[in-house]
T-cell receptor, first 112, second 116 residues
Framework: SQQGEEDPQALSIQEGENATMNCSYK?????LQWYRQNSGRGLVHLIL?????REKHSGRLRVTLDTSKKSSSLLITASRAADTASYFC????????????FGGGTRLMVKP | GAGVSQSPSNKVTEKGKDVELRCDPI?????LYWYRQSLGQGLEFLIY????????KSGLPSDRFSAERTGGSVSTLTIQRTQQEDSAVYLC??????????????FGEGSWLTVV
């Protein structure tokens, strides 16, 4: 099974609402990253949180990491229709910390 | 280049034929990754290059899959005797490997392979 598992698999909200996506993983990690994918093509890096950090912010994005529970959450505040995409968490493991293992993703739909 | 470039962007091939997918990473990035994504699914790790060597080939699904990287730059993923289950988007990514962990990985737009 995959290292990272996102929850929920699909999420539908109205514009202006907040969207929360969760990610659980199995093994110890160096870092955890969140990516966004539009239309099933290339992924875009959103935010990285290291294993010694608990929370990070970037614009409307807020990521938390709980290493004791091996889980992370991505919060998108004041969502917009343009936020509609698939969101993946990826965990960094391995010697260089660059090897990323991706979860199955959360498909977010923001209705205008 | 400005970003990770992949070609072809779309490829339709007949079952049993060989295909080559190319990835041109961001200039100066020493790490290169290949992932596969089936429709509506997550990313499946295939192989990772550090320079020209591949310390981790554990994700290659069968011996029909191979990859090489020359000059620490361009990489080619080859699928021999393609099967219908090989149909997927093949995503390449690169990163600048320094001494610390957690370098951002930059993805190309992918090569969509359809085996008919």
């Amino acid at each position: 099974s995959q290292q990272g598992e996102e929850d929920p698999q699909a999420l539908s909200i109205q514009e202006g609402e907040n969207a929360t996506m969760n990610c659980s993983y199995k093994t110890s990690i160096n870092n955890l990253q969140w990516y966004r994918q539009n239309s099933g093509r290339g992924l875009v890096h959103l935010i990285l949180i290291r294993s010694n950090e608990r929370e990070k912010h970037s614009g409307r994005l807020r990521v938390t990491l709980d290493t004791s529970k091996k889980s992370s959450s991505l919060l998108i505040t004041a969502s917009r229709a343009a936020d509609t995409a698939s969101y993946f968490c990826a965990t960094g493991v391995g010697n260089a910390g660059n090897m990323l293992t991706f979860g199955g993703g959360t498909r977010l739909m923001v209705k205008p | 280049g400005a970003g990770v470039s992949q070609s072809p962007s779309n490829k339709v091939t007949e079952k049993g034929k060989d295909v080559e997918l190319r990835c041109d990473p961001i200039s100066g990035h020493t790490a290169l990754y290949w992932y596969r994504q089936s429709l509506g699914q997550g990313l499946e790790f295939l192989i990772y290059f550090q320079g020209n060597s591949a310390p981790d080939k554990s994700g290659l699904p069968s011996d029909r899959f191979s990859a090489e990287r020359t000059g620490g730059s361009v990489s080619t993923l080859t699928i021999q005797r393609t099967q219908q289950e090989d149909s997927a988007v093949y995503l390449c990514a690169s990163s600048l490997v320094g001494g610390s962990s957690g370098n951002t990985i930059y993805f190309g737009e992918g090569s969509w392979l359809t085996v008919v």
